[in-house]
């Protein structure tokens, strides 16, 4: 069974860090785009980070600077290192993976996505 598996949230202060873990069971993710996506309480879900099956990045301006999205592909992984965390920043995030038609692809719409994570919570309070 095909499956990805979210890991490493949790509480964290205002300035703090947190690193995510999305780890694929059933599947090889270097053949996948991976998106990191969030959903705040009364919110829509948002896309945060992206990476290629190639590697090419791309965050929204909401979080440049601070997240960043890396690719481990010995472990069947992809990580996200979130810096300078903030309040708006509460929300739980969710990873998903879409099989790549070119290594510098990334898709930024949540539809386009074959798998889905369980989602794994962060909150930002002090």
């Known amino acids: 069974q095909s499956q990805l598996v979210e890991s490493g949230g949790g509480l964290v202060q205002p300035g703090g860090s947190l690193r995510l873990s999305c780890a694929a069971f059933?599947?090889?993710?270097?053949?996948?785009?991976i998106g990191w996506f969030r959903q705040a309480p009364g919110k829509e879900r948002e896309g945060v980070s992206y990476?290629?099956?190639?590697?090419?990045?791309y965050y929204p301006g909401s979080v440049k600077g601070r997240f960043t999205v890396s690719r481990d592909n010995a472990k069947n992984t992809v990580l996200l290192e979130m810096n300078s965390l903030k309040s708006e920043d509460t929300a739980v995030y969710y990873c998903?993976?879409?099989?790549?038609?070119?290594?510098?692809?990334?898709?930024?719409?949540?539809?386009?996505?074959?798998?889905w994570g369980q989602g794994t919570q962060v909150t930002v309070s002090s």
């Open positions: 059933g599947f090889t993710l270097d053949s996948y785009a």
């Open positions: 990476i290629s099956s190639g590697g090419a990045t």
């Open positions: 998903a993976a879409k099989r790549a038609l070119y290594r510098t692809t990334y898709y930024l719409e949540s539809s386009e996505y074959d798998y």
